[in-house]
């Protein structure tokens, strides 16, 4: 059975990695005023779940039983909230276009494997993924490295949202240097954990959906940054795809008022910082053409010699799954 045959209300899914310009996006897409049912920024249902772990990979040594036991709650708590959402949108007859970041919803299994060449799991086999609601099975394929099981998974027509890792990485790398603190954390050294410069767990989500739905679908879908800071025909192409309405786009807007940006707790302020003082599509964030290159020897003057190193690693080695996931972006044409 494929997705088109679920007698369902359509759930659209932005899959995003930070730095992106995901809150951008979401903002020109408007959606409260689209009968999408409201969300936190869009969605982030799985941010405590990712915030368990980034905890746990500031410790050294092994994770104990006690530590496994807190991310499995905090995945559970993060998926109820998630459930919860799509069942309350459709029995209102909402809209579903949820945005999440793909690195919170990743398996601790697979994190802690791509992060130490190890396995957090017990006798190294990763935990069965959580139970979905109204679903007999839970089950895990091979490219599936999220928390969640396929069963669940392929109810939602998904959008890739990619930008070119010499832009989003760096960007990441600032906000790591900010000293943020999220729920009395902080992390230990000033830098991105390696499973969040990482596109190994992007490229396996798209291939799973690739794997679904077939190569003769249009679905997943890719956008790339730049395409819809520059192509407002490429976003009203988009809206008409995920069920919005293109007349109710919006390019611009007002900046967030001073009253807004105080409620805001201090990681909010610095991770939306360029965000909230915007008044629309910022053409300065654009990627375009880039000489990695040239961009390290600007790194390093930034991020010192052994940063911008690590830096320039992670953009040459996240640029083969950009590239192919870019190769596969939707188009005017």
């Not at 499995?72 to 959402?85: P, T």
């Not at 767990?201 to 690739?210: A, E, K, Q, T």
């Not at 520059?230 to 995920?242: I, R, S, T």
Request: glycine content about 6%; overall charge negative; hydrophobic content about 35%.
């Amino acid at each position: 059975m494929t997705v088109d045959t679920i007698s369902q209300t359509r759930r659209y899914w932005l899959l995003t990695m930070p730095r992106t310009a995901s809150n951008m996006f979401v903002r020109i897409l408007n959606l409260d005023e689209q009968g999408v049912r409201p969300a936190f920024h869009g969605g982030y249902f799985f941010f405590p779940s990712m915030m368990a772990r980034l905890k746990l990979y500031n410790k050294e040594g092994k994770w104990t039983p006690e530590d496994q036991v807190g991310v499995g709650e905090n995945v559970k708590k993060s998926f109820d909230a998630l459930q919860d959402y799509l069942q309350a949108a459709e029995e209102n007859s909402e809209k579903i276009f949820v945005k999440e970041h793909i690195s919170f919803l990743n398996d601790a299994h697979y994190e802690h494997e791509h992060m130490n060449n190890a396995v957090a799991g017990e006798n190294g086999c990763p935990p069965k993924p959580v139970p979905v609601r109204g679903f007999s099975d839970s089950t895990r394929s091979s490219l599936n490295r999220t928390s969640l099981p396929d069963e669940f998974l392929k109810t939602w027509h998904p959008t890739f949202l990619i930008r070119h890792p010499a832009m989003m990485l760096p960007s990441l790398y600032r906000t790591a240097q900010s000293d943020i603190e999220l729920y009395g954390s902080r992390r230990a050294q000033k830098e991105p954990f390696e499973v969040e410069v990482t596109m190994k767990f992007v490229r396996s989500l798209y291939d799973f959906y690739i794997g679904y739905f077939g190569e003769n679908s249009q679905w997943p879908l890719v956008l790339d940054a730049d395409d819809i800071m520059m192509y407002p025909e490429l976003v009203m192409k988009y809206a008409e795809l995920v069920g919005l309405d293109p007349d109710k786009l919006r390019f611009s807007w007002e900046k967030a008022s001073e009253e807004k940006i105080d409620k805001m707790n201090s990681a909010m302020k610095i991770m939306l910082g360029s965000f909230n003082a915007s008044t629309g599509v910022n053409m300065g964030k654009l990627a375009g053409k880039i000489d990695i290159d040239m961009e390290a020897e600007i790194w390093r003057g930034e991020f010192g010699e052994e940063g911008g190193r690590k830096l320039e690693r992670w953009v040459r080695d996240a640029m083969p799954h950009y590239e192919y996931l870019y190769s596969r972006r939707l188009t005017l044409g």
